[in-house]
């Protein structure tokens, strides 16, 4: 985006020799978190390359997992890379990066300061006089449209009102770059779309107070509404999948079928993870193979009720869907990556089908599908099956808890391997595969006779 | 953008009134009466004093007591102070470095079960030498007994209230450069506000009873008397006069009712600013004091003022502590290596194994027998003080609870009730005993619940007051009855506030027992085998090694119960019976 006819009031002038060194460089930058058990280190991003460039929105998207927020952090200079470096205008960044600012997803308001101070902390921060920050400040809040508010506390404030206090906090600091980590989505969808709208009504105007923006976002059409480049991320590890350009003029209008063409394309990425991106996409490596025991967040139950959704011949295409059932895509994903790792439902150029599984158990009745989903479970997840044998071996036919979740804390870290323990069990239990207890914390068979456990 | 106009929440802009004069005026006069009243007291706490005269007890007219009882508040106040300095300074030197964290809270933990009594006789000596010939020495004493009352739990609730930051409000502070000084005064003291403010005023309100019992002390037979409302129970009880135990108890409920109206409720409602949660405080505490302050024009016109003077002097600070350019964020702080936890282990053992062994030899290898005898004999109380006062207590806390109007009526007195320091009830119950011949064997019981039992009671009807509506409706229409109501329905909904509850009464009761197992009326003596007759009387007589082996027993047994018996009480109840 280097040909961007708006030119902020403070970017320096470029030497004529050769272009200025882009605003933030990440090279083969990798993160790596401890396994659960400590034997190992998990990446979470792994050999990124991304370059911020003056005069541009980035926007970064991907599925959770693919540790957008945490390339946020690491721009900021809130976590230190494990691998590769950061250069901040070609210097390496060390410690907090002091050019940028953030605007959170939960806004992260002081509740116990008035609006205004909360917008001023950083100018105080700075030592700067009580007058000029106080002047700065009111600015601020003026483009953001809360002069009038500047006594008020935080909890007096709608939610929208308090993430513009989280821009105009961001404003005062004319950061050289402005990250914003999902800044609307714990916002409702009326007020989030205004948000966004006005936003992007100061970006166009031509004097807003940062040079560049990063939004991390998991929402495709926000993506497409704000940015000028969109950055895929590929999931566990996060790493660039690729870039795909978004030309479209501003302000934009997302009912232009040029605004929908790259909305259905960016799905079509969102959803098939192993599908190259973009004109000039890496060739497909042969990579890592996911990770055998990933399990993802979602009951049983949700994949039975999103069967029933799919028409049984056409399938559907996931924009028509998400739109039908009023889902984030970030809350439908795990619901179909979980059916497809159940072999119940396949996805294919962002358009879901069921198998022949898929329809066998729409048409079951009750213990039919139960069943079944027991049969797939232990063909399809590798957990289950290992669970299975070691139930087997044991003599008393019971195994603790510490066992499976050992097992998933050599490839995951805590939290991951707990979550996905929480899954695991909610799976075996409503499909009366084994039966546990939470408060001897043990699996035991179901003697085949299905029959399920309650209580927790 | 649109812009949206709200009522600024700043300073009141009230016209001057007649009204306004009278309040201005008022509080004027009441700053004045305060500052006053405290250079004239504080005056009074350096008289000069000599150990070896023999000292007088105190007049006994009812006209003095007020005096007293502003010089025992004055220490409870000067105790709270430092209590927070040194809760904050701690526990924000815990929350930043992991080594300071295992170093010192296990310490810490150790320290807050230790009976507080029976360390006067070390502390007292050890004050008088710091100030020979003056009466500082013994108010530096009894000021210790009260801080070492309540400082432990407030450095693990401001530790607890750094730890629980949101991540992202230190993300921000990161970003937006705080200030050393800025982190602390934006975003550390005020997460902190609410819990230090609670924790504050319940420790409080149990300092009385340190407060009380430290003005009047035998230490190496020699006994050593501060002006107090508890020095002058103590020479009411000497003198057998009933009538002037009344008129300091008496005092004693004004006193408690006057800071909570003047101290306390005011800082309770002003605290509320510093909720994280918007908007959903279950009841907001209101202060007719802290409506009055905020009136005031004049408090107003000072406020504004001291913030314009103090400007140029926070602008300052802000540059001094500015936060480095390298400056991490202290999201993951590195893992203090575990041999630290060995460490404090042998260090406290290098302490105590030879002062044990010392006093060991001196004392004879049966002593141990008689000393885990009296352990028994008031483990044996303190079960019957929890029991019995969770046996009488529950139906009462469910009856009350479960009135929403009932309990808002009783709750604040029921705090009042139980900041009244039992040592104050104890002459009425000792000639009880003396008169009907009961042994104290049993009575001690009674007098150990006096100061126990409210913590049950407080905390289950709290508990009963905060079970969910639906869960009530669900029980009446389900006509949950008689024994089935309470073991599926109140016993585990209770189960939580009723471990809370039990954890903090058998502390109080463990402490009690040191002043309940040995009560005295004028030349009457009361006394009955235990481990806190032991204590007290190692003391009075200062035998440095009964006294040692009596306070190491006893906080073992407190540090152990809480390790074996109420952590795991309190994860269960955490487990399985949250809400």
Redesign the interface.
Known sequence: MATDTRAPSHSPAPPADRPPPPLLRLQQVAKLFSSADGHSQVAVLDELDLEIHSGEVVALLGRSGSGKSTVLRLMAGLLGASEGQIEREGQPLRGLNRDVAIVFQSFALLPWLTVLQNTAVGLEARGLPEREVRQRAMRALAMVGLEGSAEAYPRELSGGMRQRVGFARAFVMEPALLLMDEPFSALDVLTAENLRRDIDELWARGNFPARSIVIVTHSIEEAVLLSDRVVLLSANPGRVRGIVPNPLPRPRDDTHPDFRALVNELYGYMTDPDRPVGPAAPPPEAGPAPLSLALPPASLGRICDLLELVPEQDGISLAELADELVLELDELLPIIDAGELLALMEVDDAHLRLTAEGQTLLAADEDGRQELLRRQLLAHVPLAGELQRALEASDRGEVDRDVVLDRLGEEYTRIEAEAMFDTFVSWVRSCGLFRYSREQERFRSTGGDGEKEGGG | ??????????APEGRLTLRSLAVDLSLLLAGLFLVVLIANLGSQMAVSFHPSARQAGLDLAPIHLPYYAARSLLRMFIGLAISLLIGVSVGSLTARSAVAERLLLPVVDVLQSVPVLGFLAVIVPFFLGLFPGNALGLEAASIFAIVTGQVWNLIFCYHQSLATI?G??L??A??????GW?RFT??EL?SS?IPLVWNGMVSFAGGWFFATQSEAISVDNASYILPGLGSYVASAIALQRMDSVLWALLTMLVLIVLTDQLFWRPIVAWSE????D??TAAQPAGSWLLELLQQSRALAWLGGRLERMS?PLR??L??WT????????R?RRREAPRWLDALVLVLGGLLLVPALAHSLRQLGSLEILRVVGCALLTLGRVAAVVGASTWLFLPLAVTIGLRPKLASLLQPLMLMLASIPANLLFPFFTVVFLLSGTPLTLGCVLLMAMGAQWYVLFNTTAGASAIPNDLREMALVFHLRGRQRWRRFLMPALFSSWVTGAVTASGAAWNASIVAELVTWGHHRLSTPGLGSYIAEATASGDKPRLLLGLVVMSLLVVGFNRMLWRPLHRLAER?YGH
């Open positions: 953008m649109k812009s949206t106009v709200l009522v600024p929440a700043g949101p992202e409000l993300e921000a990161g970003v937006y450069g705080f200030s800025q934006r975003l005020p506000a600013r510093f909720r994280f918007s908007g400007a602008r300052r802000n540059r500015a936060a480095g350019r390298q400056e991490r964020l999201g399985r």
